[in-house]
């Protein structure tokens, strides 16, 4: 095969795979926004022949044959990047059957539908069964995978590229030495701050009504965007142009909804901004999840709990729900919606809490993995560990070890991700600082220089670089979580006068 032939083979069979990705994904958004609970055991079953289908184009012969010609010839960027991208994953799925490709699939889907009915019934008995499948399952294959590492290593590598357990030890264990103190500080003096107004009742109608407003705000137009509900909020590009979130109302919690919106279209914009040139090819892909969730809790923090960020918007709501906000100032407000105090779910947790929810769960699974935690009831492990790392005491599995979606389809290793994206941000914003006034922009209302800034200096680069070298080219050095704990010290010294 010569090198033209091999590329030709590349890009065609590259197409295919990216149309049965758009199918599953628009399939996979339906399954978890729209579609009936009842039609579930066929959807699944059909997804999973079309998943079959996927892979059999994927481990087509040819298609390997012409990837590996690819990997030996001399190639520039951004084809040397996205041949060496192919053949990583190529070199896991050949190592699987079709078959145990489709059954994997199939109990992913399965175990998923369990833990939502679980969740709702509080039920983690009947979870139970399909929560130890999915950690065999994975077990199994990340063995199958790289069988001289650590199967859990294996996972981690997965979401960030490089990352290790050791790696993480070092940085959970310095943000538990450098936080807890504080947590415990902020949690003696919750007479500091006064949130209560944030819980009243929101009626979810009223809540939509905000949402049109902050999109907009957000620059996340409905051109190329496009907002659901569902169970668990969440982001899924199907392209550059078309990109998918969804939400989750509270009508006890005014602030959930809006900062899941936030959060998710700082997602999407990381998305929407790779650059076009890379569309439909490996490159044209987000980096990592640690980078994602960079962008991410980038808007969601970084930007959306400035007071800055609420100049004009707060009005708005104000004028949504005058009978529980209009007696609150735009101070207070801002202040409520800083507010930390040790709480039992991650995805209302604020910002100084937030990652001691992810040492519980990355301390569970790396447990489980090297057999110190046993898979026999999880439940009262995660609530001895809320007990042990939050100091609360969990009253249900509801909000206790079901709360998120993650490990129902076996995505181990993907929390660490989350606290690593928060301090990638956090040293993003050091840098986005020096370069100009974030606050004088958000209270003109140019939420796009923000964009801009993010767009230029890093996310059209789309995966043409991993994370770590990404990191220094933005901010010429390499990742240090110092900025993120002096960023959170700061803040919440201040906040709650504390010396
Ligand atoms: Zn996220």
Redesign the pocket.
């Given at each position: 095969m010569t090198k033209n032939e091999a590329l030709k083979i590349y890009r065609e069979t590259g197409k295919k795979i990216n149309a049965y990705d758009l199918v599953l994904s628009t399939a996979s958004y339906d399954r978890l926004t729209i579609a009936p609970k009842k039609g579930a055991s066929y959807r699944n079953e059909m997804m999973a022949v079309l998943e079959g289908e996927a892979f059999s184009v994927m481990t087509d012969p040819k298609y390997i044959e012409a990837v590996l010609k690819l990997a030996s010839c001399d190639l520039k960027d951004p084809l040397k990047r996205e041949i060496a991208l192919v053949k990583k994953s190529l070199e896991d799925i050949i190592k699987f059957t079709k078959e145990e490709q489709m059954a994997f699939s199939l109990a992913q889907m399965e175990s998923n539908e369990a833990w939502e009915k679980a969740k709702h019934e509080n039920d983690y008995p009947s979870f139970e069964p399909h929560l130890k499948k999915m950690f065999e399952m994975t077990m199994a294959r990340s063995k199958k995978r790289a069988p001289e590492k650590d199967p859990y290593e294996v996972c981690l590598d997965d979401y960030e590229e490089g990352m290790t357990k050791k790696d993480y030890d070092r940085f959970f264990k310095l943000l538990r030495k450098e936080l807890v103190p504080l947590i415990e500080k902020v949690a003696a003096k919750q007479e500091e701050v006064d949130d209560s107004f944030l819980f009243k009742y929101y009626p979810v109608e009223k809540q939509a009504e905000f949402m049109p407003l902050l999109c907009d705000f957000l620059g996340f137009d409905p051109s190329w965007g496009y907002m659901g509900v569902s169970e668990h909020?969440?982001?899924n590009g199907f392209s550059r142009n078309d990109v998918r979130i969804t939400t989750n109302y509270d009508e006890h919690n005014v602030t959930s909804a809006i900062f899941s919106v936030i959060?998710?279209a700082?997602?999407a914009t990381y998305e929407h901004q790779i650059d076009a040139k890379y569309e439909g090819t490996a490159v044209g892909n987000f980096i990592s999840s640690g980078m994602?969730?960079s962008q991410?809790?980038f808007f969601e923090n970084y930007l959306g709990r400035r007071k800055s960020f609420w100049t004009t918007l707060y009005p708005k709501l104000q004028e949504l729900f005058p009978e529980n906000l209009k007696d609150v100032s735009l101070d207070a407000f801002v202040r409520a919606i800083n507010a930390s105090r040790p709480s039992l779910v991650r995805t209302d947790a604020d910002e100084l809490t937030y990652p001691m929810h992810i040492v519980v769960r990355y301390e569970i699974e790396k447990g489980v993995f090297d057999g110190s935690i046993s898979m026999e009831k999880l439940n009262e492990t995660w609530n001895r560990k809320y007990r042990e790392v939050l100091g609360v005491e969990v009253p249900n599995d509801t909000a206790g070890i079901l709360q998120d979606t993650h490990w129902s389809d076996g995505s181990f290793g993907y929390f660490p991700t989350?606290a690593l994206?928060s301090a990638i941000g956090a040293q993003l914003l050091h840098r986005m600082e020096q370069d100009f006034d974030i606050d004088a922009e958000l209270e003109k209302g140019n939420f796009k220089a923000l964009t801009e800034w993010l767009k230029k200096n890093l996310q059209h680069y789309a995966a043409l670089y991993d994370y770590k070298t990404l990191i220094r080219m933005v901010c010429g050095e390499e990742f240090d979580p110092k900025y993120y704990i002096r960023y959170l010290k700061d803040k919440y010294k201040k906040l709650y006068r504390i010396r």
């Open positions: 909020p969440f982001t959060h998710e700082g997602h994602h969730e991410s809790r989350y994206g």
